[in-house]
């Protein structure tokens, strides 16, 4: 069974960082893509990041150019998100997707994902 687990979200100040992890099990992802979405209240969800299967390619939604940079480590299976300069409008339910190709832009469909972790960024 494919699980995606969220972890490392939480309240910040705005101007603050936080580091999102996404653990995953049940097969192996080091040759597909891997990405992260939010879903704000209200709101539907939306692409944030995606990086290859190599994490040699990587494209970013234009609100978080700049501020946000995706990872990945294969060894463990795992991919991160590192936000910095976060602001109010950063408030979502973070959630990890998982991919069945090995290179994503924004307009792929994921083929997996996690329950999600909050992030709620204080003015």
């Known amino acids: 069974q494919v699980q995606l687990v969220e972890s490392g979200g ?28 939010r879903q704000a209240p209200e709101k539907e969800r939306e692409f944030v990041a995606a990086i290859s299967w190599s994490g040699g390619s990587t494209a970013y939604a234009d609100s978080v150019k700049g501020r946000f940079a995706i990872s990945r480590n294969n060894a463990k299976n ?11 409008e950063d408030t979502a339910n973070y959630y990890c997707a ?24 204080s003015s």
């Open 10 to 37: 939480g309240l910040v100040q705005a101007g603050g960082s936080l580091r999102l992890s996404c653990a995953a099990s049940g097969r192996t992802f080091n040759s597909v893509a891997m990405g992260w979405f």
């Open 78 to 88: 795992t991919v991160y998100l590192q936000m910095n300069s976060l602001k109010p």
């Open 98 to 121: 998982g991919y069945n190709i090995p290179l994503a832009s924004e307009y792929s469909p994921p083929r997996y994902w996690g329950q999600g972790t909050q992030v709620t960024v």
